[in-house]
């Protein structure tokens, strides 16, 4: 592992040789390879997909793992999307001149290695590899097991890619050990890694936390909160709440739990119950919810859940005061929002919380890359510091100062 | 010490309803109470005096430990200072329209507790407690043992301000448990602090990135190069030298190997060696320069080798090439400098080298935040994320986003 790492290191000193326009040249012909390989990306997969069967994995992990002529076409318009960004290395950040006469420049400038744990889906093989390159960036991937074939098919047509262009096929690698113990030294591995990003499950994100060395960007769950305020339409909170839970429940930005004011809970619960009835939502709700309308009860433990799944929790709050003071004590600082019409209550609540996306009058859904305007995404960060929020390509590179003198000592 | 730093956290909240008028006056209103405490504090400072002469501190150290009128006079003018600069937080950092007729605003805000390990100087107590509070954070300080008294009566003083003002204590903490086992809880409280800046020996710096599960901001070590090649201007490439080694060499951002091109070895040796032997430098070299100079012999372990002091290796290399993969191999990532009049030959430097700073023409002593113009430095970060370089005090804060919608759903 440490000498595989040495060489990705190394090779991450010939990137920085490459102009725009022969970085966006290769990603094209990744793309086309892509195509040109669909026959054998297919067979690779449908060994997969064998695998699969056999370990009995459910419906939806087998429709993430699959691929098909349009699926494999889909990966490759991404990377000819990411092709078509504007290079996100060599834009000058800040640039002044000081007191002594130094001209300084902030440049932006690829990160170095870059390792990246994900699991089943094999897109995410050939987006994370287009989106490292085109930042000038080495990745060590490493995808989950059951998409193993897959992704070396992937992997083996953008490194044929990277050899024809006499580049060495390091720049885009998989780990050569993806047991737990290969992650596990990956995750210590400093001297030659920059950055590990783990999307997952909890228990991964949890360990990489937990035991790397590297700096690590998260992409952790999302408890994320909405708010009806008493001065809200209420017709926009009810759309909002339900687009906020039921548009695509099995994801980090949706809606867990939804607060309501004290002050219009007689009004609100009802229609909110009927709206949510029409989705089959499954609701629970305080004992002051429940003293309006007939759900189950909800514990602080389910306060404290992700359920990933049709499930909402319902609690009455006091006033704004109240909604802040639950999302400081349940949210992950992910996304939250609050429907009303009043603007000191508003600020109230975008001041008073601290999270990667405050929302005033909108879906929770909001939050990615894309909504944001990025462009490709590279996930959407739960850490607070580095990259925070959606992530964009940006946050595939770091900075550092050209300084310009002419003979300035100290 | 969790419930400690709970109440910290919990602290930390208050901070985001002070205005920025309210923050300068409470800082100033601290910068008075030092110099009022004045008699206090040397007393205070006294006893550490005695505790250091007793345990046979070096002639430096107790120097850096030393208070009078004067060094506390100091420290009331930096807090001044600091109540001077433009508030960090709320500041808008980029905002837009998307697609979807959201308006985003992206805003800075505090990172939240921040907790910070440094040794002996008691101004660095008051100088970060400061930072601190300006930039709305929480800080956890754990100083020096040897300036625990001095510390101690500092952080008093602070406090007794903030609780004049009706504020929580606790916003400006000592450790509790300053041992090493209390240094070993902080670092993993990653539920209760945001982030962790070590500042110190190599030893408590490499402890601190190992095993912290908190975010960790490095001020590590300096393994700086000044590189003069064949189209070097010969005077300013030994005024440049001499003064990055010489005018302080106890500080990180010194020069500790020479590199000479080829080209011109034979020339600017003895040049270099007449300047250098003026300031009395103990200088080092490479079997080449031997050929040319009469100096001791560098070996690997010295090119390695941090000597904060006046010691100096010097190496002939193969032209710009050759520096650049010198210092690929030995380089820290902290300042390097290239002399040269030819243009070409700067870029390439300035692209092949990955550091936080990098000079054409100017000494690498101009690496601080006082010189690049940030105003008070919290440190140089030896970071790749977050903060790289000279870390102002937009350091200590990040940012959210705020998300102004009239009914949007996806």
């Known amino acids: 592992m440490e000498k595989f790492l040495q060489e990705a290191k190394a090779a991450s000193r010939v990137l920085n040789t490459l102009s725009g326009a022969e970085k966006n040249g290769i990603l094209k012909e ?31 992990l087998m429709d993430r793992l699959f691929l098909d002529e349009k699926r494999i076409d889909a990966m490759a318009v991404a990377i000819e999307e990411i092709a078509g960004l504007k290079d996100p290395v060599g834009r000058v950040l800040d640039g002044w001149v000081t007191e002594d006469a130094l001209k300084i420049e902030k440049v932006s400038i690829p990160i170095g290695v870059i390792g990246i744990i994900y699991e089943s889906r094999p897109n995410v093989t050939s987006d994370t590899a287009a989106l490292c390159f085109k930042s000038s960036n080495v990745c060590v991937l490493k995808g989950g097991k059951e998409a193993e074939n897959s992704n070396r098919a992937i992997a083996k047509v953008l490194q044929a890619t990277l050899e024809k262009n006499n580049l060495p096929r390091e720049l885009i690698s998989l780990i050569p050990d993806s047991s737990r113990e290969g992650v596990a030294k990956l995750i210590k591995m400093d001297k030659y890694v920059d950055l590990i990003i783990p999307r997952g499950g909890e228990g991964l994100i949890k360990y990489v936390s937990q035991n790397a060395t590297v700096s690590v960007v998260k992409h952790d769950k999302g408890q994320c909160h909405t708010y009806i305020d008493k001065d809200a339409k209420m017709e926009d909170a009810v759309k909002i709440a339900v687009n906020a839970k039921v548009q695509r429940p099995g994801v980090c930005n949706a809606m867990e739990t939804l607060l ?19 989705e ?3 609701l629970k709700g305080c004992s002051l919810t429940q003293e309006i309308i007939t759900v189950a009860h909800a514990s602080d433990e389910d306060f404290d859940t992700e359920y990933l799944a049709n499930i909402l929790n319902i609690k009455v709050v006091e006033g704004v005061e109240g909604a802040i003071e639950h999302i400081v004590r349940f949210g992950s600082g992910h996304s939250e929002a609050i429907i009303t019409e009043n603007i000191t209550t508003a600020e109230s609540f975008l001041n008073g919380i601290d999270a990667a996306a405050l929302y005033v009058n909108a879906s929770t859904r ?17 850490n607070k510091l580095h990259a925070r929020g959606p992530m964009g390509i940006e946050g595939l590179t770091t900075y550092k100062y050209k300084i310009y003198g002419k003979g300035q000592i100290r």
């Open 280 to 282: 089959h939502t499954d």
């Open 366 to 382: 909001f939050t990615d890359g894309g909504a944001f305007g990025f462009g490709a995404e590279v996930g959407i960060s739960t």
């Open 30 to 60: 990744m793309a086309a390879a892509l195509r040109a390989n669909t026959m054998e990306l297919m067979e690779a997969n449908a060994k997969d997909m064998a695998d699969g069967e056999k370990n009995q994995l459910s419906s939806a």
């Open 260 to 278: 309501v004011d004290k002050a219009i809970a007689k009004e609100a619960l009802p229609k909110l119950k009927e709206a949510f009835d029409k």
